[in-house]
């Protein structure tokens, strides 16, 4: 007799099945359709587990919200490094994921429509407003308030990593010249010595 896969298996299958729809194909190609098949699952499992569609795009943006801030926390080192290596595990994850990283930062109508998804995305700020704290109580960053310098540290990392994302870009180095930015904004930010 056939044993049921267990719900949370069929779950975390269509989730998994999903972004590996979204990377190859895009949103466009993120079909039901696609999904199921991907999966190995019925039609009827996208509808008992998510609801339909935008539920799926739901966990799917809480799902990348929830990597986003791991990577962030993930940074190795304390201080200044860790700063400096939070902002380079930013790019490499909007790099190897590049469509979710387009769904996550240019759909906010997919955020508003789900307080769970909205809070992931503000736990990874959260995760960079930490690294800025630390780095303030080791005296290494100017005291100020770690929100703000947050903020601009991330709208500094998001700018270049879309323009990136779209192929703007002049300099034949891209890492290098991520890099030469994050020195850039950290040197900006320091404590004067």
Known sequence: MRQ???STDVSAALLSAAEAVLERDGLAGLTIRAVVSEAGVAPMGVYS???GK???IDALLSRGFVQLKESIEGASGTGLVRLRSAGLAYRT???SHQHLYALMFNHPEALARSEETLAHAVRSFDALVQI???AMARGELAPTEPVEVAQAIWSAVHGAVSLEL???GFTS???RTYASMMDAIIVGFA???
């Open 4 to 6: 049921r896969t267990p």
């Open 49 to 51: 587990r998510y609801g």
């Open 54 to 56: 935008p539920g799926l």
């Open 93 to 95: 994850f909007a790099l």
């Open 132 to 134: 800025v704290a630390d």
């Open 166 to 168: 779209v192929g703007i």
């Open 173 to 175: 180095d891209r890492v």
């Open 191 to 193: 404590e004067p010595t």
